[in-house]
């Protein structure tokens, strides 16, 4: 199943990073020189993605605006990214607007009955197409990656009363969280039930209750960006790994 259209959650206050966000749109803050949202975006163009939406809310005409000054623009709010095939459309789904509530607003702009959809905060080397594949063979509504939590404290590995290793763990070896890099059908708009409803509660929970939701376990790279620090571990990362040089 060749999936070609990406929704990225771009319309959060991003408050948990509020030393940048009261200027700046999470998604644009700069890791590297490059705002973060596109080392999102250019995963999923490595992966052949032609159509890339992004759902704006807080502090949306930042985001057009730099669109507008860096890229050119085919018709309103659409971008043809880098000189490609690549189309973004910067779709504004409301600043109060719920994460729930910005998939419901796409949905009538997206032409296949599955897409992706990820938030517009965290990087991963994860394989589109693996996670396309399994998503095809279990066919749920929602297939969700499953990550390992990034470790926030200094690990101990200790026997009896001996600390046999001490070291700052990337990922923690147990327990899965929500990771993003979901695939979505749309079938889910029936589990949405109000522009004000996060995706994360009653959408999510009641599919997982009636067996629509699937999770895709990735042991590669995820990192998210909440605070000052993990942007820090971020640049660490792409520093450190070629398959973010693209």
């Not at 709010?77 to 779709?91: A, H, M, P, R």
């Not at 995820?222 to 993990?230: H, I, K, M, N, Y």
């Amino acid at each position: 199943m060749k999936i070609n259209s990406v929704a990225i959650l771009a319309g959060g206050k991003g408050s948990r990073l509020k030393e940048l966000t009261t200027s700046i749109p999470k998604p644009m803050v700069s890791v590297l020189g490059k705002p973060l949202i596109f080392y999102i975006v250019d995963h999923y163009v490595s992966f052949g993605v032609s159509k890339i939406y992004l759902l704006t809310g807080y502090k949306h005409k930042y985001i057009l605006d730099y669109f507008r000054e860096h890229f050119n623009e085919t018709s309103p709010n659409k971008f043809e990214y880098y000189q490609s095939d690549v189309i973004i459309e910067i779709c504004y789904t409301g600043v109060k607007t719920m994460t729930g509530g910005r998939i419901k607003k796409v949905l009538n702009k997206i032409e296949e009955q599955d897409f992706f959809l990820t938030y517009g905060d965290g990087i991963s080397n994860i394989d589109l197409n693996k996670l396309s594949k399994f998503h095809d063979k279990h066919k749920p509504i929602v297939t969700v990656t499953a990550v390992r939590p990034p470790a926030r404290f200094g690990s101990l590995d200790i026997k009896g009363s001996i600390v046999e290793s001490f070291g700052e763990k990337k990922q923690t070896s147990s327990g899965w969280i929500n990771g993003g890099f979901f695939i979505v059908n749309k079938k889910v708009d029936r589990y949405i039930r109000s522009y004000d409803q996060p995706f994360e509660e009653y959408p999510l929970r009641k599919l997982a209750s009636s067996s629509n939701l699937i999770a895709f376990k990735h042991y590669g790279i995820w990192q998210c960006a909440d605070t000052l620090r993990e942007i820090e571990i971020l640049e660490e990362i792409i520093k450190d790994n070629i398959f973010f040089k693209k």
